[in-house]
């Protein structure tokens, strides 16, 4: 799973072939249950953020602070 940082952040978008709307807000929710919430913890030693399908446990992304 890669680490994401603010600038890896700021230039994504949807990932949808050819897409024009706005990606200046990004959702960020799991592959494995799109309809379940999502489990988040900051872990202050290494400064990032743990975002986790709340469902299964599976990880969605680690965010770099």
């Known amino acids: 799973m890669a680490v994401?940082?603010?600038k890896i952040l700021n230039a994504?978008?949807?990932?949808m072939p050819n897409c024009?709307?706005?990606h200046s807000?990004?959702?960020l929710h799991s592959s494995c249950h799109i309809d379940a919430g999502?489990?988040?913890?900051?872990?202050k030693k290494t400064e990032r953020?743990?975002?986790?399908c709340a469902k299964c446990g599976k990880g969605v992304t680690i965010i770099q602070l």
């Open 20 to 22: 024009n709307h706005d």
């Open 4 to 6: 994401l940082t603010k």
């Open 25 to 27: 807000v990004l959702y």
């Open 38 to 43: 999502t489990s988040i913890r900051y872990e």
């Open 49 to 52: 953020l743990y975002i986790e």
């Open 12 to 15: 994504m978008g949807c990932g």
